[in-house]
């Protein structure tokens, strides 16, 4: 079972920052927290991961609570093309859980033009 | 160029037939997985591959039966298709390290329909 909480869905106004939260109050020290989404159907896409430390890449921004009990996935200029399913994961080290990525049901942002 | 293919995309074929789904990744992974997407768009884990070694089977139906025949490669085989079976299938790869710091690459899906 997917160890995270998402809100079911989220609209965003075009050329506004996305905010997209994650409660993962059950965390383990040693487990990172990634991002993915799925645009219509196609495969996941990977977004972005971390352990403690906010992450930035040119996609997103990652930002992690101190206690790691919850994130929030930052998309800083929403565009239409950004309409996505986006999942929260909650990635244990092997060999628990086959160190493998177990999916929940995401959020599914909307963005308005 | 493409990381992860899979083939075929699309799948129409009659219960109780046998069919196979192509996986290759020419990303130099170790581990190779295949993720069923059901109707109501849930991603789950059916198996996992590391260097041609099953690691994880999820109580998949002995129906599906998965086949690695280099690390490179992670086929799936379905005996005696059902209704149920029809769904997205996606196949994945990444490193092998026991970490977790490495994500996840998938292909595009192979939609199967069965009739």
């Known amino acids: 079972d997917a160890k995270t909480t998402q809100p079911p869905s989220m609209d965003c106004a075009e050329g506004r920052a996305a905010n997209l939260p994650c409660n993962h109050s059950?965390?383990?020290?040693?487990?990172?927290v990634y991002w993915y989404r799925q645009i219509h159907s196609q495969g996941p896409q990977y977004i972005i991961h971390?352990?403690?430390n906010n992450e930035t890449n040119e996609m997103a921004s990652l930002i992690i609570t101190e206690d790691r009990k919850s994130s929030t996935l930052i998309l800083p200029h929403a565009t239409l093309r950004d309409t996505a399913v986006y999942y929260c994961i909650v990635r244990p080290p092997f060999p628990d859980a086959g160190n493998m990525l177990t999916f929940g049901g995401g959020t599914r942002l909307m963005v308005k033009p | 160029d493409t990381a992860v293919s899979q083939t075929p995309k699309y799948l129409v074929t009659q219960m109780g037939n046998d069919k196979s789904i192509k996986c290759e990744q020419n990303l130099g992974h170790d581990t190779m997985y295949w993720y069923k997407q059901d109707s109501k768009k849930f991603l789950k884990i059916m198996f996992s591959?590391?260097?041609?070694?099953?690691?994880i089977n999820e109580t998949v139906p002995n129906r599906f039966s998965p086949k690695s025949p280099d690390k490179a490669h992670l086929n799936l085989h379905i005996n005696s298709l059902e209704l149920g079976d029809s769904a997205v299938y996606f196949c994945?790869?990444?490193?092998?390290?026991?970490?977790?710091?490495?994500?996840?690459?998938f292909g595009s899906g192979t939609r199967l329909t069965v009739v």
């Open positions: 591959y590391n260097n041609k070694e099953l690691i």
């Open positions: 994945a790869s990444s490193p092998w390290e026991r970490t977790g710091a490495y994500g996840y690459t």
């Open positions: 971390g352990l403690k």
């Open positions: 059950t965390i383990s020290g040693n487990e990172y």
